[in-house]
Nanobody
Framework: QVHLVESGGGLVQAGGSLRLSCAAS????????MGWYRQAPGKQRDVVAT???????DYADSVKGRFTISRDNAKNTVYLQMNSLKPEDTALYYC????????????????WGQGTQVTVSS
């Protein structure tokens, strides 16, 4: 079993900052790409930022210059530093990781966290 646990969400005023963390644990052989996604009420889940195992990074256009994704491979953890937050950033943020586990070691499988709420007030 592989588990992703997110933390760091909350309520913040526009212009403020939050830092999300997501730690992977369990029967992990290796982790490939990790990323953050978000889903606002009534909308689809969209990618926010991704980081590969060799630290190649992509951002959604809407967060470029404001959000920074990073990872600590020794801790199996991915972070999302969010600055200059806007009300439109309000959403449930999900962590994703592509993991080879001891039970499915021949390929990478997608795992998701339970989500952490980010609310930005105007």
């Amino acid at each position: 079993q592989v588990h992703l646990v997110e933390s760091g969400g909350g309520l913040v005023q526009a212009g403020g900052s939050l830092r999300l963390s997501c730690a992977a644990s369990g029967s992990i052989v290796s982790i490939g790409a990790m990323g953050w996604y978000r889903q606002a009420p009534g909308k689809q889940r969209d990618v926010v930022a991704t980081i590969s195992s060799d630290a190649s990074i992509d951002y959604a256009d809407s967060v470029k210059g404001r959000f920074t994704i990073s990872r600590d491979n020794a801790k199996n953890t991915v972070y999302l530093q969010m600055n200059s937050l806007k009300p439109e950033d309000t959403a449930l943020y999900y962590c994703n990781a592509k993991v080879r586990s001891t039970t499915i070691f021949w390929s990478f499988r997608d795992y998701w966290g339970q989500g952490t709420q980010v609310t930005v007030s105007s």
